[in-house]
Nanobody, 125 residues
Framework: VQLQAYGGGLVQAGGSLRLSCAAS????????MGWFRQAPGKEREFVAH????????VYSDSVKGRFTISGDYAKNTVHLQMNSLKPSDTGVYYC???????????????????WGQGTLVTVSS
């Protein structure tokens, strides 16, 4: 699976950005598409994921209520709408995919098989 993420940029605190990720190649019939982020000097952390094809979503506590993950199963795409951005949201955002056989929660980067190249989000104060 190849992943292409885009949509990052520079935004002021309180602003919004929308990230997108498109998957191509060998796509599974049941899989998870997730977003992670990594700030300078910090470990990669879970942001949100969506279970396909049922569409169930999972969010980290730090973004719940501000970020929304959505997408199109038929087009193998996922979006991350980020509102009320904070400087602490700054980092490189990665999309990732893992194959699954059931609906669950996968919050560890090691759970994922394929990764995109990342897109930088910078939130200024």
């Amino acid at each position: 699976v190849q992943l292409q993420a885009y949509g990052g940029g520079l935004v002021q605190a309180g602003g919004s950005l929308r990230l997108s990720c498109a998957a191509s190649g060998r796509i599974y019939s049941m899989y998870v598409m997730g977003w992670f982020r990594q700030a300078p000097g910090k470990e990669r952390e879970f942001v949100a994921h969506i279970n396909w094809p049922d569409g169930e979503t999972v969010y980290s506590d730090s973004v719940k209520g501000r970020f929304t993950i959505s997408g199109d199963y038929a087009k193998n795409t996922v979006h991350l709408q980020m509102n009320s951005l904070k400087p602490s949201d700054t980092g490189v955002y990665y999309c990732a995919v893992r194959k699954t056989s059931y609906v669950g929660r996968w919050l560890d980067p090691r759970d994922y098989d394929s990764w995109g190249q990342g897109t930088l989000v910078t939130v200024s104060s």
